[in-house]
Structure formats: structure tokens, C-alpha cells
């Protein structure tokens, strides 16, 4: 079952994005955590939406995404941050399912485009993604740390 995340989703949505972090190679301090997940509870459109992929009473997945505005069209946007699926779950439609949950909340705000990114490494995902998206030929740049 893919649902909006709540608030008593606190421990397992921690525990599906350590993971999810971990996987990334990266932490994030405790106010990130309280802050992000405070954010996903609240109702401001300008904030990102979180839902969880749930079997069995357990969750066993997580996906993040938010709407924006956008110079080439009219209409918002929609970028899928963040997902997530258990390691032992990987291979079983959960991944897909959490992207169609997107893809139906974009079409539901009228947001006609999708994006998101992965590392080029990231072989399992971009399986998946080669089934459900298209890839494009864009680099991404970031502001030097300093």
C-alpha cells in the first residue's frame, strides 16, 4: 500500500531514509531530520510531499517530491527527490509503484513533467528508471562547497 506519510510514520520514515542516505554515502544532522519530516506533515504547497510504501504494518519504502515553477512552461513542475526501497524489497514493483504514486499526485496538481536524478552508478534504479521515465542528456552542476 503507497499512503501519504504521517506523523506516526516518524521511526520507519527515519529508517527508510538513513537508508537512503546511507546508500548515497551521506548524513544529514538531526535538525534536517526533524525539520524534513515536519516539513512533509505540513499542508504549504511550497513544501515537499512524502509518501510510504507499506507491507505488512511495515514500511518498506519512501519517496519525496515537490512542485515548482518553471521558466519553459506555464504550468509547475514536479521533482522526485528522494526514493527509496527496503534492499530486500528491490526488484519487487515497490520502486514502481512509489513512481506511478508521483506520477499520479503531478497529474492530480497539473503538473504535466516528472524529473529526477541519479548517480550513474546507481545500476538497480536506472533499470527501473530505463522502464518508467526517459533519460536525458543533461549534466548536473553545483555551487563549489567553500
Not at 6 to 25: F, H, I, M, P, S
Not at 125 to 134: A, M, P, Q
Request: aromatic share 14%.
Amino acid at each position: 500500500m503507497i499512503r501519504p506519510i504521517q506523523k506516526d510514520d516518524e521511526e520507519q520514515w527515519r529508517r527508510l531514509w538513513t537508508g537512503y542516505l546511507a546508500y548515497y554515502e551521506t548524513e544529514v544532522p538531526e535538525d534536517v531530520y526533524a525539520t524534513t519530516f515536519a516539513r512533509l506533515l505540513g499542508d504549504d504547497p511550497t513544501q515537499p510531499y512524502g509518501l510510504i510504501a507499506e507491507a505488512d504494518g511495515r514500511g518498506v519504502g519512501l519517496v519525496h517530491y515537490l512542485f515548482h515553477a518553471h521558466c519553459w512552461r506555464i504550468e509547475r513542475v514536479c521533482y522526485l527527490q528522494d526514493l527509496y526501497v527496503d534492499p530486500t524489497l528491490r526488484g519487487t514493483g515497490v520502486g514502481r509503484q512509489l513512481i506511478e504514486a508521483v506520477y499520479a499526485a503531478a497529474d492530480e496538481a497539473r503538473a504535466p513533467n516528472v524529473y529526477w536524478l541519479t548517480q550513474h552508478h546507481n545500476e538497480a534504479g536506472r533499470r527501473l528508471y530505463d522502464r518508467v521515465g526517459t533519460e536525458t542528456p543533461f549534466i548536473r552542476y553545483n555551487r563549489p562547497s567553500g
